[in-house]
């Protein structure tokens, strides 16, 4: 990386932690007060830094609404999909990924099993929101008041023995959801179908998606299927870094020198 570009990019992170005067700056990046103004002005320029009438710098506007921008363009179907696929490639089962949109919560991708017995699901067809292990860590995310509304208007379909009856039960699965950080549908909605499921969370901590292992007990027991938890919190934790931006995505370098 240039010289020039790596001591400017180093100036964001130290605005970061607060308003800092040309002197600070340069102490920071270990250059004379001269090399640090002229980043900083080159910086200001773009909008990046302001400065501001204590002569200190902080972060400029524009770099938040490029933020913004980046944040609002990010597909997370296209980031999530290759691990989903690795994911499956690894346990053979099929694999979910769903966001709450519009008081629902849909599939938007799905990788299929590579066994014969397989899942009715599709691609932006609404979960059964009372008990699909999705549904259940997105509405988790929601505050309590928001938690506690949705649950209020949401029917409850016994579909099988196991199915959440009532707002009281299911807020109580919530809670529970929240504090632990995955959620399972064992025969909830199918008695014969059991699931697993991890959050996807984006820059803010908020969850922003959620990702699911479904099989059948036919292929594994309910008990088999719950050794798979660490592999897909893994698989959410890796689609959450790379959403949020904490964890850059490494490709070759075809740039010369």
């Not at 629902?104 to 699901?121: A, F, G, N, Q, T």
């Not at 928001?146 to 029917?155: G, H, S, T």
């Amino acid at each position: 990386m240039s010289q020039t570009v790596d001591r400017a990019l180093g100036i964001l992170p130290l605005l970061a932690e607060g308003p800092a005067d040309l002197g600070q700056v340069a102490d920071r990046l270990g250059v004379h007060k001269s090399t640090a103004l002229r980043l900083l002005r080159t910086l200001h320029e773009h909008g990046l830094v302001y400065r501001q009438s204590d002569q200190r710098y902080r972060l400029g506007a524009r770099l938040f609404a490029l933020a913004q921008e980046a944040m609002e363009n990010l597909d997370i179907r296209e980031i999530a999909h290759p691990h989903l696929v690795r994911l499956n490639e690894t346990c053979g089962h099929t694999v979910h990924l769903a966001v709450y949109e519009e008081n629902e919560v849909l599939y938007i991708d799905k990788v299929e099993s590579r066994y014969p017995v397989r899942m009715y699901s599709r691609i932006g067809k609404p979960v059964a929101i009372t008990v699909a292990a999705v549904a259940k860590l997105l509405l988790a995310d929601l505050s309590e008041a928001e938690r506690r509304a949705v649950a209020e208007k949401l029917e409850y379909p016994l579909y099988t023995a196991c199915s959440t009856p009532n707002p009281a039960a299911f807020l109580k699965e919530l809670a529970t959801v929240r504090e632990q950080g995955w959620a399972t549908d064992l025969g909830g909605h199918e008695e014969s179908i059991n699931c697993v499921a991890a959050p996807i969370r984006g820059a803010d901590g908020r969850v922003a998606a959620a990702m699911s292992v479904s099989a059948p007990n036919v292929v594994v027991t309910a008990d088999e299927l719950l050794t798979l938890l660490p592999l897909v919190r893994r698989t959410a934790d890796a689609i959450s870094g790379e959403y949020s931006g904490r964890t850059p995505v490494t490709t070759p370098d075809r740039d010369t020198v």
